[in-house]
């Protein structure tokens, strides 16, 4: 639990400080598209986490996204910003599909995720 405290704490302090960690390989990027804020979160291939952004949002409501393009814009914005301090293209991201969302409306969402944000043609 210590281990995960302290994790959770590198990170908290990378979001507010703006900083970014060294890095040698692959990054992992998690997006939470929260109800109040919207949280881009950068690991390495160990889970250390490396960078991490933070912006007020209210794109989403009880766990659904009410405003599509709002998220869409706040999201690529953040990934830009990313981008830039680490020198390095984030092109992968993972985001959780909150309860209660269709199947349907979840690979509409991921679909248009990739076009939209990551610039991921589909095939």
Do not use: H
Not at 20 to 40: M, P, S
Not at 92 to 117: D, H, L, T
């Amino acid at each position: 639990m210590e281990l995960k405290n302290r994790t959770l704490s590198n990170f908290a302090d990378l979001v507010q400080t703006g900083e970014c960690k060294k890095f040698k390989g692959r990054l992992k990027v998690g997006v939470d598209l929260g109800t109040a804020n919207t949280v881009l979160a950068v690991v390495d291939t160990t889970n250390r986490p490396i960078a991490g952004i933070s912006a007020p949002s209210q794109a989403i409501r009880d766990g659904v996204i009410v405003n599509y393009y709002e998220s869409v814009q706040l999201v690529t914005r953040l990934k830009a910003e990313l981008e830039e301090k680490l020198k390095t293209e984030l092109p992968y991201a993972a985001a959780a599909i909150p309860p209660g969302v269709s199947e349907g409306s979840s690979k509409v969402f991921n679909m248009c995720w990739r076009v939209q944000v990551l610039r991921f043609p589909i095939s």
